[in-house]
């Protein structure tokens, strides 16, 4: 059993910047990679960055690439997501996510990869 806790969200101005928390329960935490999806109103959850833990390894969309950064803290039992330069289209319900498998071998931008997602954290960004 893993359970995910993301916290960090808040009310921004455009331009500012956000730093969001996954806090993960369960023993085997350690070695699962992690992923960051968001949804918008009306809209599908759409894939917003991934770490593969073991090496460090990360994927963005290409919204974001350049603005977020997904990382980990030495422990290991919290992912980050800094968000930078906030577009009033990052507003989001941002959510962390734990795959079934490596994303060695399954897709990490695939919402089909993961199985063990957190509750979601609210994002809103104004101009």
């Known amino acids: 059993q893993v359970q995910l806790v993301e916290s960090g969200g808040g009310l921004v101005q455009a331009g500012g910047s956000l730093r969001l928390s996954c806090a993960a329960s369960?023993?085997?935490?350690?070695?699962?990679?992690m992923g960051w999806f968001r949804q918008g109103p009306g809209k599908e959850r759409e894939f917003v960055a991934a770490?593969?833990?073991?090496?460090?390894?990360?994927w963005y969309a290409d919204s974001v690439r350049g603005r977020f950064t997904i990382s980990r803290d030495n422990a290991e039992n919290t992912v980050f997501l800094q968000m930078n330069s906030l577009k009033p289209e990052d507003t989001a319900v941002y959510y962390c996510?734990?795959?079934?498998?490596?994303?060695?071998?399954?897709?990490?931008?695939?919402?089909?990869?993961?199985?063990?997602w957190g509750q979601g954290t609210q994002v809103t960004v104004s101009s």
């Open positions: 770490l593969k833990r073991t090496n460090g390894r990360t």
């Open positions: 996510a734990v795959p079934t498998r490596s994303l060695e071998y399954v897709s990490p931008k695939s919402l089909r990869s993961y199985d063990y």
């Open positions: 369960g023993r085997s935490f350690s070695i699962y990679d």
